[in-house]
């Protein structure tokens, strides 16, 4: 449940002043530390990584849309992120609730790059 929801608060804490570095850094940590104790925990701790991972991707592709068209892709990107951040936020309390069930939580659309 931590792994899911430390993505969220470490998102909170390092909005402003570190680009949301923090949403890698929970799930990160959490699945480093517990990874070869708890197999639960490791396949959780990678799920929500990978999810923030893919996340962050899209972002970022999407600020070099902006970027790259000097602005003109803002007229995409704004939406997206509010439609992405908003869809992130959801998908992750949920997955925090599942696993808090005991339940093993696959999030829609990820790319499983740590396996």
């Not at 792994?3 to 799930?27: D, K, N, R």
């Not at 602005?71 to 704004?78: E, K």
């Amino acid at each position: 449940m931590f792994a899911h929801l430390s993505a969220i608060v470490g998102g909170l804490l390092t909005a402003g002043w570190a680009g949301s570095i923090g949403v890698f850094i929970g799930p990160l940590i959490i699945w480093m530390v517990k990874k070869d104790t708890m197999p639960f925990v490791d396949d959780q701790g990678k799920e929500a990584l990978n999810f923030n991972i893919t996340v962050g991707i899209v972002f970022l592709a999407l600020l070099l849309l902006s970027v790259l068209t000097l602005g003109i892709g803002l007229i995409i990107a704004i939406p997206a992120w509010i439609i992405i951040g908003i869809a992130w936020l959801v998908f992750a309390i949920i997955g925090g609730i599942k696993a808090n069930e005991g339940v093993a939580y696959r999030y829609p659309l990820t790319m499983r790059l740590i396996k």
